[in-house]
């Protein structure tokens, strides 16, 4: 099995910036075959997709409401990811998620691992 730890979320002024980590163990955790992503959810809103890097870590994907304010990366060495937040917004208040994946269970679905996520609050 595999336990995901989010942290750093918290209140933040517009304009400000959070950066949120993803602490992944368990036997089952293997850091260069499962891709990584955060996902998060804002009250009465489905989950919707955020970030998303390969488990090599080379590769990286975001949503369109996000692209060139956050950014996600990975260290396979102490078995973690990260998503950087800038120029943070009202609307990106939600609790984030961390989830991962592989072959077995795809990161971000409901066969792939989540963890219980981090609250942030985006507001003056």
């Known amino acids: 099995q595999v336990q995901l730890v989010e942290s750093g979320g918290g209140l933040v002024q517009p304009g400000g910036s959070l950066r949120l980590s993803c602490a992944a163990s368990?036997?089952?955790?293997?850091?260069?075959?499962?891709?990584m992503g955060w996902f998060r959810q804002a009250p009465g809103k489905e989950r919707e997709f955020v970030a998303v890097?390969?488990?090599?870590?080379?590769?990286?994907s975001y949503a369109d409401s996000v692209k060139g304010r956050f950014t996600i990366s990975r260290d396979h060495a102490k078995n973690m990811a990260s998503l950087q937040m800038n120029s943070l917004q009202p609307e990106d208040t939600a609790v984030y998620y961390c989830?991962?994946?592989?072959?077995?269970?795809?990161?971000?679905?409901?066969?792939?691992?989540w963890g219980q996520g981090t609250q942030v609050t985006v507001s003056s």
């Open positions: 890097i390969s488990s090599s870590g080379l590769s990286t």
């Open positions: 368990g036997r089952s955790f293997s850091s260069f075959r499962m891709a």
């Open positions: 989830s991962a994946g592989g072959s077995s269970g795809l990161v971000g679905t409901a066969q792939g691992y």
